[in-house]
């Protein structure tokens, strides 16, 4: 948030530098024209040189602020980009983890894949259903003739059923207990 904030300062800054600019240009074109034309009303030259030296080191000490600002931005990102690549070492490391857990865990296609592979008792096991990308933890309900994936399962009434349909896409309860898949 803070970059956004150095951001905003330095389009300021950008902004009163060009309009100082637009300022001593009306000021040289009116300070030639006075010259040109000998107008006494109009101001002399030597005072129109006075506000343009003083708006040039106004200029000047803007820049040096735009300057500044331009530094601590480039710092800001140095450090953001510095905590974005340790994120992104800890979500390596992570996906290590999970591959390594993924080898040491037997993985499944569905429940009868488990069952043929030796499982034949009922419980939690890890599916890769049809080869999607993500992994998840099923109930597999066991027997010689059959092997089903639990998506509801109501046992004693400890877990409140009355949800919301967020609550019912993104599952509840606790897979050896009551819950919805």
Not at 20 to 31: A, D, V, Y
Not at 62 to 78: D, G, I, P, R
Request: net charge negative; glycine share 4%.
């Amino acid at each position: 948030m803070n970059q956004f904030k150095d951001i905003s300062l330095l389009v300021i800054m950008a902004l009163q530098i060009t309009l100082l600019m637009l300022r001593i240009s009306e000021m040289i074109n009116r300070s030639e024209e006075a010259v040109q034309s000998n107008d006494s009303n109009k101001t002399t030259p030597s005072a129109e040189e006075t506000t343009i030296q003083s708006l040039k080191v106004e200029i000047k000490e803007l820049a040096k602020q735009l300057m500044e600002v331009e530094q601590t931005v480039e710092k800001n990102a140095s450090v953001e980009i510095q905590l974005l690549k340790v994120e992104i070492k800890e979500l390596a490391l992570q996906l290590v983890e999970v591959k390594q857990t993924a080898e040491n865990n037997h993985i499944y296609k569905d429940c009868k894949d488990a069952y043929n592979k030796g499982k034949n008792t009922s419980g939690v096991y890890l599916i890769n259903p049809h080869s999607c990308s993500s992994l998840m933890n099923v109930y597999c309900q066991m027997s010689a003739d059959e092997q089903w994936i639990v998506f509801q399962r109501r046992q004693d009434g400890s877990v409140n059923f009355n949800r919301s349909w967020v609550d019912y896409v993104n599952g509840f309860g606790e897979l050896e207990g009551e819950h919805w898949l």
